[in-house]
């Protein structure tokens, strides 16, 4: 077995640790959650980082399933609270501008929705590559970006933002 490739490794993982940050923030809408996940998909992508052939890729699709893996697991009920959780200078989204009533309108989403609507819009994927990294057909990704802007368009929170904006 050959070692993996440390160098090349660290230059990736500095390179793109804060669009990884911010994809996971996004899937989970948490950021201590997020970090895990990072670090979670890391570490599985150094135990084979030799085999990869298309790094980028592999980490989002690997990132994905692991966090299908964690929802499948875990219970996913909400904790009311009366206060919002202090955030650092970013609002704790490393540094992705996403209001309040979009994040929540986000977390409403089927998870399966939600992934396509982070990778095709946040990560600026194409259909194919996002198709790729979920798995799935472009088919699929097609239907579940119709239907995710559908219930987007029609969620109360986005349409109340859009008419405190008009």
Known sequence: MTKPD????????????????????LLTQDRALAEDLVQTTLARCWLIWQRIDDPSGYVHRT???TYTAWWRRRWNGEYPTEELPQHGADGGQGGVEISAD????????PRRMRAVVVLRFYEDLSEAETARILGCSVGTVKSQTSRALAKLRIDPAVLDHALEQS
Do not use: C, H, I, K
């Open 63 to 65: 990132m994905v399933n």
């Open 6 to 25: 440390r160098v090349e490794f660290e230059d990736f993982v500095s390179t793109r640790y804060g669009g990884l940050l911010r994809t996971a923030y």
């Open 102 to 109: 979009l994040s929540s309108a986000l977390r409403r989403l």
